[in-house]
C-alpha cells in the first residue's frame, strides 16, 4: 500500500475520532438544554449545586440522580427536597418527595432512582429537584438531563467509556499514520497537520466542558469547531491533487 493511501486512511480514521469526540459532546449538551426547560416554572437566584447525575443510562440500567445535603447551621432543620422527573413526556412528571432533619452539622444523600420509562419521548430523563427553604437553607433548584442510549448489555458510563477510548485512539492514530506518510512535510501538509491538531483539540475540550455541564460554553466551542472544521474541508478540496513534490520511501 502506498503513501498517499495510507494518509486517506489515516484522515478516515482521525475525521471518524474527533466526530465521535463531538457526538458524545453534542449529546451531553442536548440533553442539558432540554432539562434546562423542564419543570422550570419556579427560578432560584443560585442554582443548587453539587447535583450528581450521569450524562447517560442504557435500556434496563437503573440510574439515579443523588445530592448531599449539609447543615452548617448550629440549630436542627427538617429539609425537604421535591424531585420531579419526566414520565415519559416533557408534560408529565413524577414527584418525589423527602423530608427529614438534619442535626448541625450533620448530612444526608438524597438518592432518587430513574429507568428508561422515564424518558420523554424515549429519548431524554429530565429531572429537577428543589430544595425548599428552611432556616439557613435557602430555595435552590437545579436540572439534569440523562440521554438514552438504546444498548442493553453495558452501562451509561462503560458506554461513555467505550466511546471515549475509540475517539481517542482513531484520532491520535490517524493523525500518526497521516503524518508518518506525509513526508516530505511541505507547506501544504504542515497547515493540513496543524489544523487536524487544533481540530481535535477543540472536540476534546468540547467534550470535557459538555460533561461538565458547562453547556454554554460548549455550544460556543461547537461552534468554533464547526467553522474549523468546514474551512478544513474547504482545504482539502481545494489543494491540488498533482503530484508535485515526490514521495519519498523508507
Given at each position: 500500500?502506498?503513501?498517499?493511501?495510507?494518509?486517506?486512511?489515516?484522515i478516515?480514521?482521525?475525521?471518524f475520532?474527533?466526530?465521535?469526540?463531538?457526538?458524545?459532546?453534542?449529546?451531553?449538551?442536548?440533553?442539558?438544554?432540554?432539562?434546562?426547560?423542564?419543570?422550570s416554572?419556579?427560578?432560584?437566584d443560585?442554582?443548587?449545586?453539587?447535583?450528581?447525575?450521569?450524562?447517560?443510562?442504557?435500556?434496563?440500567?437503573?440510574g439515579?440522580?443523588?445530592?448531599?445535603?449539609?447543615?452548617?447551621?448550629?440549630?436542627?432543620?427538617?429539609?425537604?427536597?421535591?424531585?420531579?422527573?419526566?414520565?415519559?413526556?416533557?408534560?408529565?412528571?413524577?414527584?418525589?418527595?423527602?423530608?427529614?432533619?438534619?442535626?448541625?452539622?450533620?448530612?444526608?444523600?438524597?438518592?432518587?432512582?430513574?429507568?428508561?420509562?422515564?424518558?420523554?419521548?424515549?429519548?431524554?430523563?429530565m429531572?429537577?429537584?428543589?430544595?425548599?427553604?428552611?432556616?439557613?437553607f435557602?430555595?435552590?433548584?437545579?436540572s439534569?438531563?440523562?440521554?438514552?442510549?438504546?444498548?442493553?448489555?453495558?452501562?451509561?458510563t462503560?458506554?461513555?467509556?467505550?466511546?471515549?477510548?475509540?475517539?481517542a485512539?482513531?484520532?491520535?492514530?490517524?493523525?500518526?499514520?497521516?503524518?508518518?506518510?506525509?513526508?516530505?512535510?511541505?507547506?501544504?501538509?504542515?497547515k493540513?497537520?496543524?489544523?487536524?491538531?487544533?481540530?481535535?483539540?477543540?472536540?476534546?475540550?468540547l467534550?470535557?466542558?459538555?460533561?461538565?455541564?458547562?453547556?454554554?460554553?460548549?455550544?460556543?466551542?461547537?461552534?468554533?469547531?464547526?467553522?474549523?472544521?468546514?474551512?478544513?474541508?474547504?482545504?482539502?478540496?481545494?489543494?491540488?491533487?498533482?503530484?508535485?513534490?515526490p514521495?519519498?520511501?523508507?
Amino acid at each position: 500500500m502506498n503513501k498517499k493511501s495510507l494518509r486517506i486512511i489515516g484522515i478516515v480514521l482521525f475525521l471518524f475520532g474527533t466526530f465521535l469526540f463531538v457526538y458524545i459532546g453534542a449529546l451531553s449538551i442536548w440533553g442539558e438544554i432540554e432539562a434546562s426547560f423542564f419543570n422550570s416554572a419556579l427560578r432560584s437566584d443560585q442554582p443548587l449545586k453539587g447535583l450528581r447525575c450521569p450524562a447517560f443510562i442504557t435500556s434496563n440500567e437503573i440510574g439515579k440522580v443523588s445530592k448531599e445535603f449539609i447543615n452548617i447551621s448550629e440549630k436542627s432543620v427538617d429539609l425537604e427536597v421535591r424531585t420531579y422527573i419526566s414520565d415519559g413526556y416533557v408534560t408529565l412528571l413524577n414527584e418525589i418527595i423527602r423530608k427529614f432533619t438534619l442535626a448541625p452539622g450533620e448530612s444526608e444523600i438524597v438518592e432518587v432512582p430513574f429507568t428508561e420509562e422515564d424518558a420523554a419521548y424515549k429519548r431524554i430523563i429530565m429531572v429537577r429537584m428543589h430544595q425548599m427553604k428552611r432556616y439557613s437553607f435557602p430555595y435552590q433548584n437545579a436540572s439534569c438531563g440523562v440521554v438514552l442510549i438504546n444498548i442493553p448489555f453495558i452501562t451509561g458510563t462503560q458506554f461513555l467509556i467505550i466511546a471515549i477510548s475509540l475517539a481517542a485512539v482513531c484520532s491520535v492514530g490517524g493523525i500518526v499514520l497521516w503524518k508518518v506518510n506525509a513526508k516530505p512535510i511541505i507547506w501544504k501538509r504542515s497547515k493540513i497537520f496543524k489544523a487536524m491538531i487544533f481540530l481535535l483539540s477543540t472536540a476534546i475540550i468540547l467534550t470535557i466542558f459538555s460533561l461538565l455541564n458547562y453547556w454554554g460554553i460548549a455550544i460556543i466551542i461547537t461552534v468554533i469547531w464547526l467553522l474549523m472544521g468546514t474551512g478544513m474541508i474547504w482545504q482539502f478540496s481545494t489543494t491540488s491533487r498533482k503530484k508535485d513534490v515526490p514521495e519519498i520511501e523508507d
